[in-house]
């Protein structure tokens, strides 16, 4: 549903525009380029919940209240893990709900953000995907789960991945214009390091990413043939493991960070045979390899694998030169954990 200004226009959310956007539209409603800074700053740290709280003369306010509006995210329910991260259920306008998650971490604070409701890539594994595709997300509303975590926690967001609920790079536009908010300095203001966008290899995105986009990448491949990752993520059909490599040697020059994240599944990719087959397909590649264990949901197709079986596949990789570490999954115990959010019509048990 969209809400009509005065003259009968659906009225723009200002926290959906880019810094430069927003000072534009100060300066066309009669303001100066410094008070367009104010309220961009304003409007994106989440200083304010409505264009009548903005910090500028009345006669600018009441011009923009006729144009723009500010949305935000209520938190409908928030459960903390005996690990210390939260898990966040967050309302959005149309009734639709999405979930995400906080890990505090020494004194960073990470937050893992949604950025589709449901996800059309349809990893075997993967609840978030299980529903298919509902919805993009738009920049204000993947900007509104940062204010309403920092608000219901009381803590600042350091870093940000953008792991949750959807493939973010199915959703680029918008997703662009989010991290463009975030790393601005009249927006956030997070450094480009501080955000990692994880995809399950959408290749012809990755390739605009250095000039459009030039965060941390986060890989999720899982495993190390075509055969086996086909049947794991059937996106491998349509690009294949050699071209996504290529693709990813290319984006890591110029010390842009590159993850590649591997859930290991008891009896389907945990073996030492894997192991080595992965440290051959990553051999030219500088990279970090996640190494997280299944974290089962009621329903999965798949087990953890050992924690044996772990050590051993991180220690091969390890004797062939890569750098490979075992990430615990945070939240496990409220369904909070890696491949376990999904969106939602109705609250979320677990
Ligand atoms: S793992 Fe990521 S890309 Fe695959 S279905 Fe889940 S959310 Fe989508």
């Not at 990448?217 to 990752?229: C, G, I, K, T």
């Amino acid at each position: 549903m969209s809400i009509l200004c005065e003259a009968g226009k659906p009225m723009l959310d200002f926290r959906d525009l880019t810094p430069p956007e927003i000072i534009d539209a100060v300066q066309a409603a009669g303001g100066t380029p410094h008070q367009g800074q104010r309220v961009a700053r304003a409007v994106l740290r989440g200083g304010v919940q409505s264009v009548e709280e903005l910090p500028v003369a009345g006669r600018l306010r009441q011009a923009l209240s006729g144009r723009f509006r500010i949305s935000s995210l209520g938190v409908e329910a928030h459960r903390l893990s005996k690990d210390g991260s939260g898990k966040f259920l967050y309302r959005l306008a149309d009734g639709e709900r999405v979930e995400g998650v906080l890990i505090p971490d020494r004194r960073r604070n990470t937050l893992c953000v949604s950025t589709q409701l449901g996800c059309r890539s349809g990893c075997a594994f993967c609840l978030s995907g299980s529903q298919g595709l509902i919805r993009n997300l738009l920049p204000a509303e993947m900007l509104g789960q940062i204010h309403a975590a920092s608000r219901v926690s009381g803590t600042e967001i350091h870093n940000l991945v953008l792991m949750g609920s959807g493939e973010p790079l199915d959703n680029f536009e918008n997703v662009k214009r989010f991290v463009q908010s975030a790393t601005h300095r009249f927006g956030l203001n997070l450094s480009p390091r501080k955000i990692t966008v994880s995809t399950s290899g959408i290749i012809p995105v990755i390739q605009r990413m250095p000039t459009e986009m030039p965060v941390s990448l986060a890989v999720s491949l899982n495993a190390p043939n075509d055969e086996l990752r086909s049947r794991l993520m059937p996106i491998n059909r349509k690009y294949p493991l050699q071209d996504l490599m290529n693709a990813l040697r290319y984006y890591g020059r110029n010390g842009r960070r590159v993850f590649i994240e591997y859930i290991l599944f008891l009896g389907v990719n945990d073996a030492p045979v894997h192991a080595s087959a992965l440290a051959d397909l990553l051999q030219d590649l500088t990279c970090v390899v996640n190494l997280i264990r299944f974290n089962r949901y009621p329903g999965a197709r798949f087990e953890p694998s050992s924690e044996d079986a772990v050590r051993v596949f991180q220690k091969i990789l390890l004797d062939r030169g890569l750098v490979s570490v075992v990430r615990d999954s945070r939240g496990a115990d409220i369904m909070a954990a890696c491949g376990q959010l999904r969106a939602a019509k109705d609250p979320v048990p677990g």
